[in-house]
């Protein structure tokens, strides 16, 4: 399968292709790629072509930056996406990048190497989300939506700049992080892509210690720390916030499921 490219007067939509999705939920799933694509302003007869356009049988995920012209997303909802929520990218600030230190918490965190994956909790840590993009879409079932988490984490592999963090706390795993680096903007980021406490060590220090260490790796290598959520997980957003991120990017996600 191809990446998908629809041209409509000054318009041209890319649309990318994503094996492992397509794979996961059995159906071609594709990403509008919003950044490359060229949103013209002759949208009229817009909605039928994209809906004509676009293939049946498909998955469709569009990320489209808050500040677009409510317009476009009046368009894309014309041709069968839904609205998911908001998604929220944030940044760590400076002042903390430079100033992080290690404190004291109920767990000890350790980075882990390649092949020591014994004791890891990976289906309990992989199921404590549960307001991701796939958790609210109507059309994905809640096990089906927590094993997005759960591959993700199994599939990891800690290289280069990917690393996973480990909170244990008397020989047990309880929490994980796992940073990878950042393609979303020019400047060099790490992006911390996944981070969770077993529901019974939650409030206990453990998120804030796995964050001390992403911090502490991204300082070493002179890069920012990138953080993604949605606006609907407000715990995790006041969480990030009091640990020193600032809000960077807002963008709506939209799905469109055709069948
Ligand atoms: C988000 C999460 C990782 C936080 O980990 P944690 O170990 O519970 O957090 P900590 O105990 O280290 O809390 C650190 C600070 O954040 C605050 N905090 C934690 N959870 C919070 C919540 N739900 N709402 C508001 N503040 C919160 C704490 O009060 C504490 O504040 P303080 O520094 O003023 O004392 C954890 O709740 C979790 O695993 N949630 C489910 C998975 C998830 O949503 N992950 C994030 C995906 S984007």
Not at 221 to 230: E, F, N, P
């Amino acid at each position: 399968m191809k990446d998908l490219i629809l041209r409509h007067n000054d318009c041209l939509f890319k649309f990318t292709f994503l094996p492992w999705d397509s794979d996961y939920f059995g159906v071609v799933s594709y990403l509008f790629d919003w950044r490359n694509s060229k949103i013209g302003s002759h949208f009229q007869g817009l909605g039928e072509f994209l809906a004509k356009g676009l293939p049946p049988d498909s998955f469709i995920t569009a990320k489209i930056p808050s500040t677009e012209e409510s317009t476009f997303l009046n368009l894309l909802i014309k041709c069968g996406f839904d609205y998911i929520d908001t998604g929220v990218i944030l940044e760590m600030e400076s002042c903390h990048l430079a100033a992080s230190k290690k404190r004291a918490s109920i767990c000890e965190v350790k980075k882990m190497g390649s092949g020591t994956t014994r004791g890891i909790p990976y289906n309990e840590l992989g199921s404590t989300f549960s307001f991701t993009r796939f958790h609210q879409d109507a059309h994905i079932p809640k096990n089906k939506a927590r094993g997005v988490w759960i591959n993700l984490f199994k599939n990891f592999v800690p290289k280069g700049d990917n690393a996973i963090f480990l909170a244990k706390h008397k020989d047990r795993i309880i929490g994980a992080l796992l940073l990878k680096k950042s393609k979303l903007y020019l400047r060099r980021y790490l992006e911390i892509c996944f981070l969770s406490v077993l529901p019974d060590f939650q409030e206990k220090g453990a998120g804030a210690a796995l964050i001390e260490a992403a911090v502490r790796t991204a300082a070493r290598k002179r890069a920012g720390l990138l953080v993604g959520t949605q606006f609907r997980n407000l715990g995790a957003l006041n969480f990030y916030i009091k640990k020193g991120f600032r809000i960077k990017e807002t963008f709506v996600v939209l799905h469109r499921w055709q069948s």
